[in-house]
């Protein structure tokens, strides 16, 4: 199986650039992971298991996954 693209709602992309630079490598590299197998991590949300919440790498995040096109959109990205 392919991986999946990995993209930022215009939300999670601000919010990224709020990391810090230590913070943005560890959550790039978990970001791989996600990409290879998005429903290995987090919990769906409410029952939909398209749509997760994961800590990845000590930041809360929220993502979509659309299984036709290979894409995970990040929604949500919040630093603890």
Not at 41 to 54: E, F, L, P, V
Not at 71 to 79: H, I, P, Q
């Amino acid at each position: 199986m392919s991986g999946y693209y990995v993209q930022y709602s215009d939300r999670a992309r601000s919010e990224y650039a709020a990391l810090s630079a230590a913070t943005r490598r560890h959550f790039d590299h978990a970001v791989v992971g996600v990409a290879r197998d998005p429903y290995a991590h987090g919990a769906a949300i409410r029952g939909n298991k398209d749509r997760r919440s994961a800590c990845l790498a000590g930041v809360i995040t929220e993502y979509e996954i659309s299984r036709d096109v290979l894409v995970v959109t990040m929604l949500k990205v919040v630093g603890i």
